[in-house]
């Protein structure tokens, strides 16, 4: 999923183009795939996956069908596993993943006139990574005792609540006094609440499928209509379709329950992440067992997200920008 952590396309729909070659390997040959599971899927695919571009909505739905039809012929449990970030990603996906992440990092750079290696902050995170960063911030952790400085924004309703100890502050702040006062206070499903606005929990989190990448910076006051970061995402709302790609949480995700900020910086590759919704939709039980598993080192704080993980993974943004 999301996070302010260096790892709008208003509405929930989707996208996807199509290739000669997965579309003959889904309509001819299901059976074999299914027999065979991921590992035989990756016959299908070279290790360099061609770069695929995209002028409509149609042919990006088109591409997801494709893939999501090899994830359904693959074994659910291998599946789930990557889907969590407990697992690779299947090798008939990854390069493709690779190669389009890759292609609108080097058109982005080119195009605005940018450094390459500035340009992609954060990519694949593992669920063990995810677990780190969740628990830094659960624990409330200060700088230099394993924590990782601000983090998230301070929401309206506890903001409201603590008004004097928390003041006109953006962020939470584990090296203020004030902030840990209130943290420590806070139960935790509004401990969890207050993180799972700009971050997610192990397992829950997009960036397990290597689909979804964080571009330029993520600090969030950075990508305001003035801010410093306007110009490049002037330039990825513009050219990042073409790529296949679309942004995950908008301004609308902020206006649903559960309310998810928007993430300018945050851009998925369609193809793959929506036939990976798919998946999840059609297979509930197998990624909630797999979460419970993830989770059962501490289950205690992770009580609300356990309640709450449909939300926080179907409440996206599914649609392109195409102009």
């Given amino acids: ?5 260096s790892t709008p396309v208003p509405g929930h729909r989707r996208r996807t183009p199509s290739r000669r070659r997965f579309i003959g390997l889904v309509t001819a040959g299901a059976a074999a795939v299914g027999a065979a599971g991921i ?46 970030g407990r ?36 990519w694949v995170r593992t669920a063990a990574t995810q677990r780190t960063i969740w628990d830094r911030k659960y624990e409330f952790l200060r700088t230099g005792s394993g924590g990782a400085g601000t983090f998230g924004v301070i929401t309206d309703e506890v903001r409201a609540k603590y008004p004097a100890q928390l003041g006109p502050d953006p962020q939470w702040d584990p090296d203020k006094d004030s902030h840990r006062a209130v943290w420590t206070a806070l139960t935790s499903d509004e401990r969890q609440i207050e993180i799972l606005r700009t971050s997610t929990a192990p397992g829950v989190s997009r960036h397990h499928l290597g689909s979804d990448a964080d571009f330029f910076d993520t600090t969030p006051q950075d990508w305001k209509d003035d801010g ?53 939709r059609a297979n509930q039980d197998v ?8 989770w059962s080192y501490d289950p205690t704080r ?16 599914e649609e392109a920008y195409f102009g």
């Fill in 87 to 122: 697992g690779p990603a299947p090798d008939a996906i990854k390069p493709e993943t690779d190669t389009q992440v890759d292609a609108l990092a080097d058109a982005a750079a080119a195009g605005l006139g940018a450094d390459r290696d500035a340009v992609l902050v954060s």
């Fill in 228 to 280: 410093p970061e306007a110009a490049n995402y002037t330039w990825l709302r513009t050219n990042a379709a073409r790529y296949g790609f679309l942004q995950t949480y908008t301004a609308e995700s902020a206006t649903t329950r559960p309310a998810i900020s928007e993430e300018r910086w945050h851009w998925s590759y369609a193809p793959v992440s929506e036939a990976v919704l798919d998946f999840v």
């Fill in 302 to 317: 992770f009580t609300y997200i356990r309640a709450n993980w449909r939300a926080y993974m179907f409440h996206v943004n």
């Fill in 287 to 294: 990624i909630a067992g797999s979460l419970d598993e993830l």
């Fill in 1 to 5: 999923m999301h996070s302010t952590e």
């Fill in 39 to 84: 590992g035989r899927v990756a016959l299908a695919a070279d290790a360099d996956a061609p770069l695929r571009t995209f002028g409509s909505q149609r042919e990006i739905d088109l591409r997801r069908l494709a893939l999501s039809g090899i994830l359904n012929a693959s074994d659910p449990a291998a599946v789930a596993a990557w889907i969590t």
